[in-house]
């Protein structure tokens, strides 16, 4: 269940900083292991900010 799409379907934005830093925000719903494999993409430099609302299923996104 780690697989890249699954992880990309939690990240509501992603945005690469200056000195090396990756900010990530995830859905409030979101599974812990999407945290632990942000940082394991990203490394130590993973800073994680507050949480979206939770995501749209594709039949209330309409």
């Known amino acids: 269940m780690n ?8 990240v509501a934005s992603l945005e690469r900083g200056d000195c090396g830093f990756t900010y990530v925000r995830f ?6 292991w999407v945290r632990n494999e942000a940082v394991n993409r990203f490394g130590k430099g993973t800073v994680f900010l507050p949480p979206r609302q939770n995501r749209m299923l594709n039949s209330a996104a309409a």
Do not use: V
């Open 3 to 10: 697989d890249t799409n699954s992880f990309n379907e939690w």
């Open 27 to 32: 859905y409030a719903d979101a599974p812990a």
